[in-house]
C-alpha cells in the first residue's frame, strides 16, 4: 500500500527551514532560465533515468507529517551511496551551455529536472542562498540584510546590484509590468511608474545605510593565539 501523496502545503515545518536546502530548490525550480535549460530538452536526457547517477533525478516524497531530518536520513539510507560523474555523464552535465551562466549553480551541480519537487537530500545540501542567484528572500537568511519596503520586510544580499535586488522586489510586489512573449519589452501604467520609483529611492537609501555601517565598524580580525606550552612528562 502506498502512502498518501504530501503537498508542498502539507509538508512538516522543518522542510521550510532557511537552513534546509529543499526551500532553496522551490526556488529555483521555477525560474524560468532554469526550466529551459537545453540539458532538459538534449537527447542526452537519458542520463536522468538510465545511468547509476540517476537516484540524484527521482523524486523522493515525504511520509505524512514526516520531519527533514527523519525524510533525509530515511531517503539516503534508501537510495544508498553516491558515486563520482563518469563517462558520458560527465560530458554530458559538465559541458559548456547545458545549464544557463546567468543563474549562479554550486560546481559539479547535478542538473536536477525542475519537474521533480524531493530531490535527494545530498542535492539539496549542494544549494545556498549565493548559489542560485537569489537577491531578495522573505524570510530571514545568513548574511543578509532586512529592509522595509511598503509595510514589509525583505531580505537582501548586498553582494547583487541595486537594479537586480529591485527587479526581484518588483516581482514580489507585483510590478513587473506586461512582457512580450519575447521578454523584450515591458509596459507599465503610469502609477506602476511612480511606485517602482519611490521603493527604488527607498531601497537605495536603506543599502546606503548599510554600506555606511559596514565601512564605519569593519569586522575585527580574529586574533591569532598560539596554542600554550605542553609540560612534558
Request: glycine share 6%; proline share 9%.
Amino acid at each position: 500500500m502506498t502512502s498518501p501523496r504530501v503537498g508542498l502545503l502539507q509538508l512538516h515545518p522543518s522542510f521550510w527551514s532557511i537552513r534546509r536546502g529543499f526551500y532553496l530548490w522551490q526556488l529555483l525550480r521555477r525560474k524560468p532560465e532554469y526550466c529551459d535549460a537545453e540539458v532538459f530538452k538534449s537527447r542526452d536526457s537519458a542520463i536522468f533515468t538510465d545511468s547509476f547517477y540517476s537516484h540524484f533525478y527521482k523524486n523522493y516524497p515525504p511520509k505524512p507529517n514526516e520531519s527533514f531530518p527523519r525524510w533525509s536520513f530515511r531517503i539516503i539510507q534508501q537510495a544508498g551511496s553516491t558515486k563520482p560523474l563518469s563517462g558520458r555523464e560527465r560530458e554530458v552535465i559538465l559541458s559548456r551551455g547545458f545549464l544557463p551562466d546567468t543563474i549562479r549553480l554550486p560546481n559539479r551541480w547535478p542538473p536536477v529536472p525542475p519537474k521533480i519537487e524531493f530531490p535527494h537530500p545530498y542535492a539539496l545540501d549542494r544549494l545556498t542562498q549565493s548559489s542560485i542567484g537569489v537577491a531578495v528572500l522573505t524570510v530571514s537568511f545568513p548574511d543578509m540584510k532586512a529592509i522595509q519596503v511598503n509595510g514589509q520586510c525583505f531580505w537582501v544580499n548586498l553582494n547583487f546590484s541595486l537594479d537586480e535586488i529591485c527587479k526581484e522586489i518588483f516581482g514580489y510586489l507585483g510590478l513587473e509590468g506586461w512582457r512580450s512573449w519575447s521578454g523584450g519589452r515591458e509596459n507599465l501604467t503610469a502609477a506602476q511608474v511612480r511606485q517602482r520609483r519611490v521603493i527604488t529611492l527607498a531601497v537605495r537609501k536603506q543599502i546606503a545605510n548599510y554600506k555606511r555601517e559596514k565601512n564605519r565598524n569593519p569586522a575585527p580580525e580574529k586574533s591569532r593565539k598560539s596554542a600554550p606550552d605542553v609540560p612534558q612528562k
